[in-house]
């Protein structure tokens, strides 16, 4: 079965995803959300790959150097053996700057015998939009179209050129290297220089896992997970991507196929507050600057979403000439969503804001910056919280009021008057408590459903919905709270499949919901935990982690039946909360040990 087995590289420029027998089906250059080079993910025919072939006597294996993203492929056929280590650069140069090309490396590390492949090398720029030619010049290989615009990748290697554009065979007998880069070298690459590239670029990611804490249950997991949701940051403006694909469809051959290649402030701030509770600041810093370059009017309200290099307009089109993830249209490039109102999004930035203000010392610029952003923030939600919405789900039909929001609208209060009270701005304080009591009382009224004895997914319906789970999580509402505990045993027994969880169970624009969204599964399994419920939170958790591909991966969704993993890949979402679930049972575990010490 295809699990989307696939692992990811990058540099916090741009990503490449690899297939498990070493082909790169996805690659933009030169950023994450620029157009395709390869694209084989969504269209096999015409798509474009760079594909490593060897004859049915390999097997062939893939794993991550601990602690790093370089992507590990090993080819084994008796003592024929040799390995791809793929990476994109990333290294600290002199001062604080960073390389990070626009460019991945295959590095080829000859172990033993006299291992032979071919190379399909077959890029398809500009989403395969027209002819793709390429020509063989004297120390590179230019691949380049014209058809909608001028664009060019250029192809460097120790193999001859005229073997990797011709799939010739090549026989390995010592350590060589293929690069792609976006622009034209202008010092010219050797084996000795990608190797030192390969160096450097390992040296890096474990000086940043190295900042990671080690945890006693779960830490491979937590790694991983961390190291992804480094990958999705784009270092130039601090933004966070959702993930790294678009229109990969939640449901094999539907229309709920969305290009997540940009910003959402939701979706980023939780990333921002898990990193940064790992110890991660320059992250969250990034992240918070990216928020102040956004906002030069202090009442100017927050789009839902952004492209990473904070354009505003995310016009939403389609590719028709693609045939989509295995046959599911339509592709889109761009997210109408970015229009859509969802008033949550001030709540969770408020969140992040109070989280950072708390861990790390903020020098007075960037503290004023926040505590103008905090007013503003509070002057926004006290204007609009009475208002529908679309929702954390972003429905695209009518407006509702959805509990979601409204608590998110609560935390916002919460969170400014926090921040008030470290600052101690009384006056603001006075002025703010009771709007916060007020929203709350709303919540408390109209999101109660006696007759379904939960809160529900907006106010008056019947209908239920997993990110009601995270009022615990956000304060509105105690664990041990008797609504809480009810809401998460109606959760589970009306939206749980099998272990895994829908979103909700209501028709929207698309029709029913047919795939189990991963982080909803995440929040119930913390949600169980919370009320006390460990042991059937363990066992939920340690089932969904087998549910990854072959790399510990996640993407969106995750159907039903097969356990197939389904949509945009690898998500955010999802490894935040993964990361969420693990530190609960691992903190668990020490307090038991502090427990029986103090027993013995």
Known sequence: MDNLDYGIIGNCRSAALISKTGSIDWCCLPEFDSPSVFAKLLDEEIGGSFEIHVDDSYKITQKYEPYTNILITSFKSGEHHFEIHDFMPRYRKEGNAYHAPPELIRYFKYVSGTPKFSVLYDPKLEYAIGTTESFIKKDFVASLTHDVKFDTIFLYSSFAKERIVNSEQIEL????????????????????????????????????????????????????????????????????????????????????????????????SMVIKVVS???????????????????????????????INKEKKLTEETLDHLAGYKGSKPVRVGNAAYHQKQNDIYGILMDVIYEQMVKFSVDIDNGEDLWAITKGIVWIVSNNWKDADKGI?????????????????WTALDRAIK???????????????????????????NAWNDEVGAYTQSYGSKELDASVLLMESYGCVDAKDERYISTVHAIGKELSNDGLLY???????????????????????????????????????????????????????IDFKTKRLLGNFPQAYSHLALIECAINFSKKDSEDQMVESLRD
């Not at 029709?511 to 419920?533: A, M, R």
């Open 277 to 307: 509770e790992l110890g991660h600041k320059n992250v969250a810093r990034r992240y918070l600057q990216f928020i102040i370059d956004l906002i030069p009017d202090k009442a100017e309200k927050l789009q839902i979403m952004y492209g």
């Open 393 to 409: 789900w972003e429905f695209r039909a009518e407006d509702r009021h959805f509990t979601f929001s409204k608590v998110l609208c």
């Open 419 to 445: 921040v008030a009270e470290m600052l101690d701005k009384k006056h603001k304080i006075e002025k703010w408590e009771p709007i916060r009591a007020e929203i709350w009382k709303d919540i408390y009224d």
């Open 503 to 557: 979103r909700y169970k209501n028709e929207d624009d698309f029709g029913l919901p047919s795939s189990s969204f991963t982080v909803c599964t995440f929040w119930y399994i913390n949600s169980l935990f919370k009320i006390g419920e460990r042991k059937k939170a363990l066992e939920y958790f340690e089932r969904l982690l087998g549910y990854s591909n072959h790399l510990g991966l996640f993407s969106e969704d």
């Open 173 to 268: 007998t010592e350590d060589g290297y293929i690069l792609i880069g976006y622009n034209e070298k202008l010092l010219l690459p050797t084996t000795e220089r990608a190797y030192l590239d390969l160096q450097n670029t390992r040296v890096y990611w474990l000086n940043w896992s190295n900042l990671t804490p080690t945890y006693k249950k779960f830490n491979e997991e937590i790694s991983r997970s961390a190291l992804t949701l480094k990958l999705l940051s784009y270092d130039k403006t601090g933004a966070v991507l959702a993930a790294a694909t678009t229109s990969l469809p939640e449901t094999i051959g539907e229309v709920r196929n969305w290009d997540y290649r940009f910003c959402w402030i939701r979706d980023a």
